[in-house]
């Protein structure tokens, strides 16, 4: 069974920045388009970005220019950079795996075959 497993989440000031990672077993990041989501309470899942196996990578307009997606191969650990975070960034963040099978849409379909158990993240003004 695959297994994701995220960290780097914690409390931040307005402004301030993160690097969350999710670590995973080699073949997965080969094999699997990879995201990052989020899901704050009471709210519903938003993608945050998704990077391709060709290392094209994708934003939602709340996160574009602030936040990169990034995997480092000799360590299968998948990274979001997150800076310039507002309050609205707060929720639990999660790392996930699509098959690739929708090429760029994938990012705003969020059709994953599994994540992890997730990290918080809250941005306090």
């Known amino acids: 069974q695959e297994q994701l497993a995220e960290a780097g989440g914690g409390s931040v000031q307005v402004g301030g920045s993160l690097r969350l990672s999710c670590a995973a077993s080699?073949?997965?990041?080969?094999?699997?388009?990879m995201n990052w989501f989020r899901q704050a309470p009471g709210q519903g899942r938003e993608a945050v970005a998704r990077i391709d196996n060709e290392g094209t990578a994708d934003y939602s307009d709340s996160v574009k220019g602030r936040f990169t997606i990034s995997l480092d191969h000799a360590t299968n650990t998948l990274y979001l950079q997150m800076s310039s975070l507002k309050p609205e960034d707060t929720a639990m963040y999660y790392c996930?795996?699509?098959?690739?099978?929708?090429?760029?849409?994938?990012?705003?379909?969020?059709?994953?075959?599994?994540w992890g158990q997730g990290t918080q993240v809250t941005v306090s003004s």
């Open positions: 996930a795996a699509d098959p690739c099978s929708f090429g760029r849409a994938g990012l705003v379909l969020g059709l994953y075959n599994f």
């Open positions: 080699g073949y997965i990041y080969s094999r699997y388009c």
